[in-house]
């Protein structure tokens, strides 16, 4: 947040880098900053609300810069060898930043152009936070074993140190502060309250309402255990050919060609055809179906309707998709009973035979490739 709760600056991932946007609340209008080829991330603004202070790695590595919003004008704040993150400025205009090298981190304070190193570890330093009024940081420490816990640093001379939590799954952000005496921050998958004494960690609790217009319920729809026909609706896995020209879906359990606004069943029988992919050529697809007694991958050749089994064994694969030369064919598998079981990302080469190659395992609940 902008000093005048206004306005909120916050980094964006797009076209595979980190940019700067500020947010006008009232109007909900954003303005892209920092539109560069390089990384802008961590920001956080000036007391008088007038410049953004981030770190980005426009000379090589990460250094810290400051952005004034109204000329544009960048100006370099920091160049230390390693890379500086998580800038928090205080209300006096004191920058304290993280500075990692060489496989150690360092909390350091930058005022009147000179930092000063406050704290130096082996173990990960991050996201510190000012205390209104400065004076004090607090910050997240991570152990050799993955787990973080806070500390708050008072900035006297020499620094006096006292840990505020056990052993957390600290998210790397910089915690915010509601008063003085307790600070917002994110671990363990959720928000929590914590305050400077020892008492423990409070959850922040998020509640989101909906709105639903009531209706009464349709008269005329039958109950379910009403004996007699049913006319079973829905299709699914559609898929589009190339050259846009061809659709192909799943529906009733069989396989289904929509061409030229014609329909054409391309299976009729007792068995679940599911998930069709068409080749990049447009000349066959591949679905999976337990048409010889278990789910395996089949290709079909639409000119002469000739199926071919791809896969063989006791796994489930789904979700095929073809590799843009054709020469592969990626798929998802599991040994489970449906889709949502623990799965693997496998590989067949059209042109070895059946056995494919597993590129990656313990994957819950993929998307299609």
């Known amino acids: 947040y902008a000093p005048d709760g206004e306005r909120i600056v916050y980094q964006k991932y797009s076209a595979g880098q980190w940019d700067l946007w500020l947010l006008d609340l009232a109007s909900g209008s954003a303005t892209e900053l920092t539109a560069t080829p390089y990384d802008e991330r961590q920001a956080d603004f000036s007391p008088d609300g007038r410049s ?16 004034d919003l109204s000329s544009k004008v960048w100006t370099q704040l920091t160049e230390e060898p390693g890379n500086a993150a998580f800038p ?16 150690r981190w360092s909390l350091r304070v930058l005022a009147a152009a000179a930092s000063t190193e406050i704290e130096t570890s082996s173990n990960r330093l991050s996201n510190p936070s000012w205390r209104p009024g400065g004076g004090v940081l607090v910050f997240s420490e991570q152990g050799a074993t993955g787990a973080s816990h806070l ?10 140190f006292k840990p505020l939590s056990g052993d957390e799954d600290i998210f790397r952000a910089r915690p915010v502060w509601p008063t003085k005496a307790e600070f917002i921050y994110a671990a363990d998958g959720q928000l929590w309250r914590r305050g400077l004494t020892a008492a423990p960690r409070r959850p922040v ?75 990049p050529d447009g000349k066959s697809m591949v679905f999976a179906s337990d048409r010889d007694g278990t789910l395996q991958l089949w290709r079909l050749e639409l000119k002469d309707r000739h199926f071919r089994r ?22 998802l598998e599991t040994d489970g009973f449906g889709p949502w079981g623990p799965a693997r990302l496998r590989v067949l080469d059209l042109d070895g035979g059946t056995e494919a190659m597993t590129a990656a395992s313990g994957l819950l609940d993929p998307g299609a490739p």
């Not at 708050?152 to 001379?157: H, P, R």
């Open 52 to 67: 953004v202070i981030f770190a980005s790695n426009r000379t090589g590595h990460y250094c810290l810069w400051s952005l």
């Open 88 to 103: 928090s400025v205080s209300e006096l205009g004191q920058i304290a930043y993280v500075l990692e090298g060489d496989g």
């Open 151 to 160: 500390e708050m640093a008072v900035l006297s001379d020499p620094p006096v």
């Open 205 to 279: 609790h998020l509640f989101a309402a909906l709105a639903v217009e009531d209706h009464e319920p349709p008269t005329d729809l039958k109950p379910l255990d009403t004996p007699g026909a049913r006319v079973p609706l829905g299709i699914n896995g559609v898929t589009e050919a190339g050259d846009g020209k061809r659709t192909a879906f799943t529906a009733l359990g069989d396989l289904w060609l929509s061409e030229r606004n014609e329909l054409h069943r391309l299976t009729d029988d007792a068995f679940v055809e599911i998930d069709p992919a068409f080749a």
């Open 310 to 331: 791809l896969t063989e064994g006791a796994a489930k694969p789904y979700r095929p998709v073809f590799s843009p030369d054709g020469k592969h064919l990626a798929f």
